[in-house]
């Protein structure tokens, strides 16, 4: 899944993709590179950030939409607004990205059940302005948390209309979590993936902060400098089974999936 960010705003690469033209120039890119998934977001969820006006979340994300419809790319969008996600089906998208798995906005469950489409609902206790603060990163047990949290997400979901056939669970890399919670989160990865083992697993950690406080020369490596650590962590992920992973860079990614998948192959002598 390549990220395509239509904001001035987000962490990794905020502004270089806000010119409608850029961003579809990217996102065919990706496409060409190897991307399965191209993930379109109009409202950046950083740690700290204020939230877009609806209006310009819009504005930054049909037109792109309706612009790589038939790209050969099955396309995402990052929203948690249900008119977001229903002007964005409408203009062709496949697959609605919430990072707040329903909490946001109530009403997107509905647009999503209705529109029969693909629906991820990620691990998320509050907005970005807070979601790094003390209590939100307080767990009692931080797997079994996750997993209790992100089960009654799906559940909500399913009460909502949506197929279970068509939910897919991101744990929420780096949302309400630190650097220590995360590692333990992919360590922990088999226990996740059992919990949810009927469903789509989707693993997003491109580029995040942790990997930035584990690569130290001699400050935290700057997210255009994490992609390598992204790519050790796609073969993780792969490794256990992740149906996708949502990268900033694609061609690296993709080509250590299919060094994987190579490895995988049984053959005969």
């Known amino acids: 899944m390549g990220v395509v960010n239509v904001?001035?705003?987000s962490f990794s690469d905020g502004g270089m993709w806000l010119d409608p033209d850029d961003a579809i120039s990217h996102a065919r890119g990706l496409v060409d590179q190897g991307a399965d998934i191209v993930d379109i977001g109009g409202e950046s969820t950083r740690p700290g950030v204020a939230r877009t006006p609806q209006a310009e979340e819009l504005r930054r994300v049909v037109p792109i939409v309706s612009a790589l419809a038939d790209s050969g790319a099955v396309i995402s969008v990052d929203t948690m607004r249900a008119e977001v996600a229903r002007a964005a089906i409408g203009a062709g998208a496949q697959i609605i990205n919430d990072v707040s798995g329903g909490l946001a906005d109530r009403g997107i469950l509905p647009v999503v059940a209705d529109a029969d489409v693909d629906y991820v609902v990620m691990h998320w206790r509050g907005p970005s302005a807070t979601m790094q603060s003390v209590e939100l990163t307080h767990y009692d047990n931080l797997v079994g948390d996750v997993v209790a949290e992100l089960s009654e997400r799906v559940a909500d979901a399913e009460r909502a209309g949506v197929a279970r056939s068509r939910i897919?669970?991101?744990?929420?890399?780096?949302?309400?979590?630190?650097?220590?919670?995360?590692w333990?989160?992919?360590?922990a990865i088999d226990t996740v993936q059992e919990a949810f083992?009927?469903?789509r697993l989707l693993w997003g950690v491109s580029r995040k902060g942790f990997l930035g406080g584990l690569l130290h020369d001699p400050d935290p490596r700057p997210p255009l400098g994490?992609?390598?650590a992204t790519q050790a962590l796609t073969c993780w992920c792969a490794a256990h089974h992740a149906w996708a992973v949502r990268t900033h860079?694609?061609?690296?990614?993709?080509?250590?999936c299919e060094v994987?998948?190579?490895?995988?192959?049984?053959?005969?002598?």
């Open 260 to 269: 994987f998948a190579r490895l995988r192959v049984s053959e005969g002598a």
């Open 226 to 228: 994490r992609d390598a």
């Open 249 to 256: 860079e694609v061609r690296g990614n993709r080509d250590a």
């Open 197 to 199: 083992a009927d469903l």
């Open 7 to 9: 904001t001035p705003d």
């Open 184 to 187: 333990r989160l992919l360590q």
């Open 168 to 182: 897919i669970v991101d744990p929420g890399i780096g949302f309400s979590k630190n650097g220590r919670q995360n």
